[in-house]
């Protein structure tokens, strides 16, 4: 299984960017999928995630409103589109996949899912 993530950058405050993670070697409409991110000298922290079908959403207070999380079964690739970027949206960020069974319980956490990607920096520049 791998998990590429792109699209990572340099942004400035108030700016766009938007990260594609495109997923082979597992059925990609049996896993939900989650992003998460880590800044540095902090702990890896969730930031959105969908469900399999792409039917529901979950976010962290922090982006709702300026990120949306989408995915394209049929491309086997999960999108997260970030608008009003702010300085403290600054991380390495991860896409991760998680079984379908228990996703709607388990999104927030790492042990959630089962296969992770080799995340992209985005750095927003105040």
């Known amino acids: 299984v791998q998990l590429q993530a792109s699209g990572g950058g340099l942004a400035q405050t108030g700016g766009s960017l938007r990260l594609s993670c495109a997923a082979s070697g597992l059925t990609f409409n049996r896993y939900g999928m989650g992003w998460f991110r880590q800044a540095p000298g902090k702990e890896r922290e969730f930031v959105a995630a969908i469900t399999e079908s792409g039917g529901i959403t979950y976010y962290i207070d922090s982006v709702k409103g300026r990120f949306t999380i989408s995915r394209d079964n049929d491309k086997n690739t999960v999108y997260l589109q970030m608008n009003s970027l702010k300085p403290e949206d600054t991380a390495v960020y991860y896409c991760?996949?998680?079984?379908?069974?228990?996703?709607?319980?388990?999104?927030?956490?790492?042990?959630?899912?089962?296969?992770w990607g080799q995340g992209t920096l985005v750095t927003v520049s105040s």
């Open positions: 991760a996949a998680g079984w379908m069974k228990y996703f709607s319980i388990n999104y927030r956490w790492h042990r959630g899912y089962d296969y």
